[in-house]
């Protein structure tokens, strides 16, 4: 899967939320590797500010990205629309400080992008994938977040409010193409309780019946109700019963949970990679979220590349019968037994390594350690398989080293031990010169890694 951006430019506008500011929010194409930033065009200078876990300065009623003096808050919903149209690089040029709440759902992001469409770049998407179960819990608030290994990115969220009105609720998407349709219509919600606490605390300036949900679910006094009203600049109402005071119903009977998680899908966009993984939220909300997030982001930046993913019970994609018809290697230097994952661009093969490799009889009788010499080479076959792989009559033509880079060994391979060789192409094959970076695992270290030239000649 290749990274997307849009095909053009896209502008919204609206009321700000907390500010109540007239909002104009632009969004453009970026280029590969960009990842998502926001740009204060309002400002001076114009500075940027990276969409990551670790700019994450505020989470009271919604996440704030800070840079020094510089903030743009209510960013979640749009990070969600982006993650969902999967998006991977875009910048957001906006110019006041936070972003226009619309209608207090995610829905006109969606209907922005999809009438500009989106655009395939030459490069691979990074996924993060989750390969063990990880929780964070928060004891004083009771939420919960926990992110399972799965095969594709999906989300579960339980809330649960001490109200009559909002009971416990419960929201999934299975499958981000669905986010249109199931989620990114819910809109965002206040209880008329919080309402006066959130204006003395500067909030919520441009909130309305328009752009939120709003819950009585306890009684109060009709010169409350009153004093309410002229702070909010709406008409007067009486209210005789509980529930939600909007005029327009809700669009599902669980339209907060589903609104909960948008923002965990657009929260969790800070990781500054695409996810694959089923992340099951109980009580969520911005602080926690933010708080798992950071946490993952550590992980992610301390990941150069991640072990590739090996299921031994799978069958192979390339077995050792077909690797010896891509190479012309044989006993005792054939060092590939199978290639498990392969496309245009990169390649992953497996090597057992056992004690009855012949170089361990000398390297070394008492200790067993494979050569690094020989891993190298374990990782130019794979490459060798890639590139010979896409040439007609591959068995006509052989690969040759030309230059060997940067290489490193980081841990000693031993009998016993499973390579993982991972090879991509760093640039297109010219002139019948590839140049790769390869990278060789045991389980989730790094062993050795390499770049490498290799030129592709036609056997005599």
């Known amino acids: 899967m290749n990274q997307l951006t849009l095909k053009a430019p896209f502008t919204v506008q609206g009321r700000g939320l907390h500010s109540g500011l007239d909002i104009t929010a632009t969004f453009l194409p970026a280029p590969v590797g960009h990842g998502y930033k926001f740009q204060r065009v309002d400002l001076e200078d114009q500075p940027v500010i990276d969409a990551v876990a670790e700019n994450v300065v505020d989470t009271t009623r919604g996440t704030v990205l800070g840079k020094r003096d510089v903030r743009v808050s209510t960013v979640e919903h749009a ?34 992008i999809e009438e500009t469409g989106v655009e395939e770049q030459n490069a691979d998407k990074d996924f993060y994938i989750i390969k063990q179960k990880t929780t964070m819990r928060d004891e004083e608030s009771g939420s919960t977040i ?80 009153d004093h309410l009203c002229d702070i909010v600049g709406i008409p007067l109402r009486t209210l005789s019963k509980l529930g939600y005071i909007n005029e327009s119903p809700l669009k599902w009977d669980n339209e907060p949970a589903r609104h909960k ?13 695409p996810i694959m993984g089923r992340v099951v939220a109980v009580r969520p909300g911005h602080g926690i979220n933010s708080k798992f997030t950071r946490m993952l982001r550590k992980e992610v930046k301390h990941t150069e590349i991640q072990a590739p993913l090996y299921d031994p019970n799978k069958p192979a994609l390339i077995d050792v019968n077909g690797v010896r018809n891509l190479l012309p290697h044989r006993y005792p230097f054939l060092l590939v037994d199978k290639v498990i994952e392969m496309d245009k661009k990169h390649a992953v093969a497996v090597k ?55 290489v490193k060994f980081r841990q000693k391979v031993v009998p016993g031990n499973t390579l993982l060789l991972h090879v991509a ?31 592709i000649i036609k056997n005599k």
């Not at 170089?359 to 060798?384: C, D, R, Y």
């Not at 140049?435 to 045991?442: H, N, W």
């Open 261 to 273: 998680l948008m923002d965990v899908i657009g929260d969790l966009a800070l990781v500054g990679r």
């Open 352 to 406: 057992n390594v056992t004690v009855n490799e012949p170089f361990f009889q000398g390297h070394f009788p008492q200790e067993p350690v494979m050569p690094g010499v020989l891993i190298v080479e374990a990782m130019a076959q794979t490459a060798g398989v890639l590139v010979l792989n896409n040439v007609e009559d591959p068995e006509r033509y052989s690969t040759y080293f030309m230059k060997i880079d940067n």
């Open 146 to 225: 926990t992110i399972y290994p799965d095969d594709h990115f999906s989300v579960e969220v339980m809330v649960e409010y001490n109200s009559p009105i909002l009971p416990n609720q419960f929201a999934m998407l299975d499958d981000m193409r669905d986010f249109r349709d199931k989620v990114a219509s819910a809109r965002t919600f206040v209880f008329v309780r919080e309402i006066e606490p959130l204006l003395a605390g500067g909030l919520i300036k441009g909130g309305s019946l328009d752009n939120a949900i709003v819950i009585y679910d306890r009684e109060t006094s009709q010169e409350n109700i």
């Open 425 to 455: 192409l760093t640039t297109e094959i010219r002139r019948g010169c590839a140049t790769v970076k390869g990278y060789a695992f045991v389980g989730e270290k790094i062993v050795c890694e390499a770049e490498f030239m290799a030129q």
């Open 79 to 112: 990070l969600a629309a982006l993650c969902a149209s999967g998006i991977d690089n875009c910048l957001v040029q906006v110019n006041a400080p936070e972003l226009p709440i619309l209608d207090g759902s995610a829905i006109e992001y969606m209907k922005a």
